[in-house]
């Protein structure tokens, strides 16, 4: 059955309710303009599979992508080398490590495993082709906005502060680099993975974009098709084993949705099929989530029933 416009809007701000009451968690620090991000903002929102829009308090705000960033660099690489080719070259597994482990790497033989922490994401960067950073950085900014359904801005704030500060990114780099698991100059593919984390988007924009992988790869406020059908269920499988760190098996085991957050507060979860849930909120827990984002993507899934795993009548009344 499909879940009623009203049941949406009393669960988004239901759920933007409850969040604000979530306390806890610190602003990510060591990229400095994040630090600088007022703490108390806080926004939901929900996007449906035939594009209606809900949303509640700072929707409209809008943050650093960051992390966030590495789904669709996925869903690009994916669509240009095909699935097979990052499952090879970058991998399909979860870490188990934080996001930016070098510990992982070397466990590995420099493979990064997933294309959604720091070193399988820079691999994925590095294998979008182009002849120069600024081609590739255009089709990765292109991405991005085709997902959202409007054109997304590269922030010369949030990267310059990235680009002076991404000392351990261009270590791993250079391991990867030094491991044959970097596919172009390991400092390009810094650069342009350190772009695509320097994007604004609100959590309207993060909710469309999920959407859109919630059609099977249709924008659904623009009708435009971003990706194939074929590969979306590759993306959902990542983002679920890898899309919060080392809390990506918590996540599963209590929301039951592929999701992917960020250090700038963004969270997004994508229920396939049905819709697209964002939330953002500054202040983050040691794994590098949002605490009150997290908990506000949590409350919708729960109020609307969405968890993947349980059978409809259980996920309801869970
Ligand atoms: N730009 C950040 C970094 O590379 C992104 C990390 C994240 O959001 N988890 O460290």
Known sequence: MAISSDAIR??????????LMVNGGANASYIPYLASVPSGLMGVAVVTADGQVFSAGDADYRFAIESISK????????????????????????????????????LNSGKPLSPLVNAGAIATASLVPGDTADQCWQKILDC?????????????????SEQTTNFHNRAIGWLLYSAGTCYSDPMRAVDVYTRQCSTLITAKDLAVMGATLATGGVNPVTGKRVISTANVPHVLAEMTMEGLYTASGEWAYTVGLPGKSGVGGGILAVAPGKLAIAAFSPPLDPAGNSVRAAAAVAHVARSLGLNLYAPAAAAASA
């Open 71 to 106: 789904v669709f660099t996925l869903a690009l690489a994916m669509e240009l080398l095909g699935a097979d080719a990052i499952r090879r070259k970058v991998g399909a597994s979860p870490t188990g490590l934080p996001f930016n482990s070098v510990m992982a790497l070397e």
């Open 10 to 19: 009393q669960a988004v701000s239901a759920a933007h309710t409850a969040a």
């Open 144 to 160: 991005q906005s085709s997902f959202a359904g409007r054109p997304i801005d590269l922030s010369a704030e949030v990267n310059t």
